[in-house]
């Protein structure tokens, strides 16, 4: 049994916990360095939606797709297009990246559909249409993807499901797929190798002393969010998608997420691996770089994963 602690107790924790990381705080100011720190939690982890919610639908790209509901693994309803393609014996679930939406996803997924697949977009809690739920960057968004493929395995229970995912997408998909072997073929397009590496990168981009920062920002999600940026680390988990072949796309010019990142992940997955960067790209910008010949890559890719 469980209980919870005194409001004065917790208080007490929290300031005894950030009096400790604050002790190697150096040149910032501490109010300087809380505020850093809290806002870096808030801004990967809060809900946040657009103030207007305009968005594509498939009605803009000519296509046919079906309005479906499906549940994550821990309850929280999401929203989802499904492209039927009668007859295909693949399904690609398509997975957008953080505060992005399913509409993200209709130049790749009504290409795998033109390529013979049939293909579900959804939104990630908090996004999109789907439901309001406890939100992360790629912790909490991993029962979204597990409830994507659960809801494919009851549709099509005969299909062979790969999953494409973007930026945080990329790391759900990771940190899912390693362990879940209905998934057959995966492609990650631009992952980062750590939660806690690429908020550093940030903070590198905008002059920021990482340290003691990052460990500030870990403080305040482990206490907020409820967990730690050690919790997700795509890099550790991407072995165990092996023997299933991965292909990572990065863009070498990628300012969200270093190219170094990608270097990182294929050289910790298993075989059959493949990396390709696109030079000049910044971040997902392998798809804009030759629309087609991406399509193309992707959807061979699969073709010959999954047959």
Request: include cysteine; aromatic fraction near 8%.
């Amino acid at each position: 049994m469980t209980t919870s602690l005194p409001a004065e107790r917790k208080s007490g924790r929290l300031s005894r916990a950030v009096g400790v990381a604050l002790a190697g705080v150096g040149g910032l100011t501490t109010l300087a360095a809380t505020g850093a720190a809290l806002y870096t939690a808030w801004t990967v982890n809060g809900p946040r939606r657009p103030d207007l919610d305009y968005a594509f639908t498939p009605f803009e790209v000519g296509l046919p797709a079906e309005d479906v509901e499906l549940r994550s693994a821990d309850g929280v309803r999401l929203s989802g297009w499904w492209f039927d393609q009668p007859g295909s014996s693949r399904v690609i679930i398509c997975c957008h990246g953080h505060r992005g939406s399913k509409s993200d996803m209709l130049g790749i997924g009504p290409g795998l559909f033109r390529a013979g697949n049939s293909v579900l977009l959804f939104d990630f809690r908090g996004c999109g249409n789907s439901d309001d739920g406890p939100q992360s960057l790629a912790h909490n968004e991993q029962q979204d993807l597990k409830g994507a493929i659960e809801w494919v395995r009851r549709r099509c229970p005969q299909a062979r499901i790969g999953v494409v995912g973007f930026s945080m997408g990329a790391s759900v998909a990771t940190l899912v797929v390693a362990d879940e072997p209905a998934v057959e073929a995966v492609v990650l397009d631009s992952p980062f190798s750590t939660v806690r590496d690429v908020i550093s990168s940030a903070y590198r981009r905008y002059k920021l002393p990482v340290r003691p920062l990052i460990d500030l920002a870990d403080l305040a999600t482990k206490l907020r969010y409820g967990y730690t940026f050690a919790e997700v680390a795509p890099v550790e988990a991407i072995s165990r998608i092996a023997p299933r072949p991965v292909l990572l796309l990065h863009g070498d010019q990628d300012r969200i997420i270093p190219v170094s990142h990608g270097y990182q992940m294929y050289a910790a997955a298993g075989d059959p691996k493949e990396l390709v960067i696109f030079p000049g790209a910044d971040h997902c910008g392998g798809y804009f770089a030759d629309r087609p010949a991406y399509i193309a890559k992707v959807a061979g890719f699969f073709a010959e994963a999954l047959g």
